[in-house]
């Protein structure tokens, strides 16, 4: 018994220290006062029992007790199960029309052909969309989060963005060269690693993975979409947490429009890479999508879909941004199995709990275009948006997935992955140490 005790004071301590020393790095005071508190609780209790007398019997009861919960607590840590999850049948999925998506109908509002027509057949989104649409635009002095330096810094970003859409197609290479498809998925991962990707997948592409129709740029709106493209080269870039962490302030919109240009970036350079190969490939950016980047980012193996609707990355939560390329090229699909991400969604319910509009499902997976899977009123996300001034992320902030890529953030992700206790032991650690109500700030911080 001695041996347990001084052990577990030891290795208690250590795991305190390390701990505190994350959060340090994280700049998270409140993990950082916990820390130190656990440190003096463990040592305190731990070194009671090795210096109490054995003839104090509850002393000595408490610590068998202790030794023992700890034992069993180690041993079902390592147990790995879930219950089963059917997986969703995609075979009556309707498409999406990229039409009905707010940022599209915002566009609507500066042509009013397009207004005209779109809520002639839509006469239900009129009243809702004068309402959203005459606050103030993003980028507009107005917003509650607007900053005479920082939105700015946003605005030249999406400008740049958009004056970049003729890089997502190109001229073919008029000799097709004859490839291995291993070897040419390699090479793109290589190639999307070294202008800075953190991940890159692939997936078979599938009808519904396609929007129905356009519906972001006056030219060609209501296009329908057909593409004979058959793989999608999914790009994941991760965003700075602590920059994340000042959500809904301005910061976050400076930060998701930088890694929305690096990701355009890195997608219109592997775009052309296979271009040059002699096999037809188009670039997906920000304003500029055929295809839906968060299925198919789930598709690729690359992590899971919250409840906030936005994807989770395996390794940086929905801390990150994505963006795709389509080829005729056939590469084979990257795999890997996240469903413990779902699971843990379903006891989470955080970013329902923190979004200023209550745009988030707290309740059951919703039922929309044929098939069970999250979503989000864009109606009061937008609303929302346009109020603060900024792209909000408050959802992306609170997610526990949202961490630093560090060892015991590692630790934690490899702990929740193997069952269902796990997972509610580490959501009541991670509500006590980073708070489970998040604290908005009133005003923008200085720096960016
Ligand atoms: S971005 Fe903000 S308003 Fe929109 S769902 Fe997330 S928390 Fe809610
Ligand atoms: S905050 Fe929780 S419920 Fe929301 S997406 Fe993240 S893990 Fe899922």
Not at 22 to 50: D, Q
Not at 291 to 303: D, I, K, T
Not at 428 to 440: E, I, Q, S
Request: contains cysteine.
């Amino acid at each position: 018994m001695v041996w347990a005790n001084i052990i577990l004071l030891a290795a208690g301590n250590l795991f305190f220290v390390w701990l505190g020393l994350a959060a340090w790095r994280e700049k998270s005071g409140r993990a950082c006062r916990l820390s130190v508190l656990g440190l003096l609780v463990n040592s305190a209790l731990w070194l009671t029992f090795l210096l109490g007398s054995p003839q104090f019997t509850v002393i000595h009861g408490a610590n068998i007790l202790l030794v023992s919960l700890t034992a069993v607590f180690l041993v079902v840590s390592l147990v790995s199960r879930f219950p089963n999850r059917e997986s969703p049948d995609t075979a009556g999925i309707q498409r999406f029309d990229e039409r009905d998506h707010m940022f599209a109908r915002n566009n609507t509002w500066r042509h009013p052909e397009m207004a005209n027509r779109y809520y002639a057949s839509h006469p239900d989104k009129r009243d809702v969309d004068a309402r959203i649409l005459n606050r103030p635009q993003l980028g507009e002095p107005g917003g509650r989060f607007y900053h005479e330096w920082q939105t700015p810094a946003a605005e030249i970003a999406f400008d740049l963005l958009d004056r970049s859409r003729p890089l997502a197609c190109g001229n073919v290479a008029e000799n097709r060269k004859p490839l291995s498809s291993q070897e040419m998925s390699r090479r793109l991962m290589q190639l999307g690693r070294l202008y800075g990707a953190v991940d890159i997948g692939f997936a078979h592409l599938q009808d519904h993975h396609f929007y129905s129709h356009a519906g972001r740029q006056l030219a060609g709106w209501g296009r329908s979409i057909d593409s004979r493209h058959r793989t999608a080269v999914v790009v994941v870039v991760a965003m700075d947490y602590l920059r994340m962490q000042e959500a809904p302030a301005a910061p976050v919109m400076v930060e998701s429009s930088r890694q929305y240009v690096e990701s355009a970036k890195i997608a219109y350079l592997l775009a052309a890479y296979i271009r040059s190969f002699g096999y037809d490939a188009r670039a997906h950016v920000d304003g500029n999508y055929e295809v839906l980047c968060v299925p198919l980012a789930q598709a690729a193996g690359l992590g899971r879909v919250g409840r906030m609707s936005l994807f989770m990355h395996r390794v940086y939560g929905p801390c990150v941004r994505l963006a795709v390329v389509t080829t005729d090229l056939e590469l084979p699909a990257t795999e890997g199995d996240y469903a413990y991400m779902e699971h843990f969604c379903d006891i989470c319910r955080k970013c329902a709990d923190n979004c200023p509009s209550q745009a988030i499902p707290a309740g059951e997976m919703p039922l929309s275009r044929g098939f069970r899977h999250w979503s989000v009123e864009q109606e009061a996300c937008y609303g929302f948006w346009r109020s603060a001034g900024t792209d909000c992320a408050v959802c992306v902030r609170a997610c526990p997935f949202t961490k630093p890529d560090t060892l015991i953030h590692r630790l934690v992700r490899w702990y929740i992955a193997r069952n269902r206790l796990n997972q509610r032991l580490a959501l009541l650690a991670d509500d006590l140490f980073y708070g489970r109500r998040l604290k908005l700030p009133r005003a923008n911080p200085e720096g960016w």
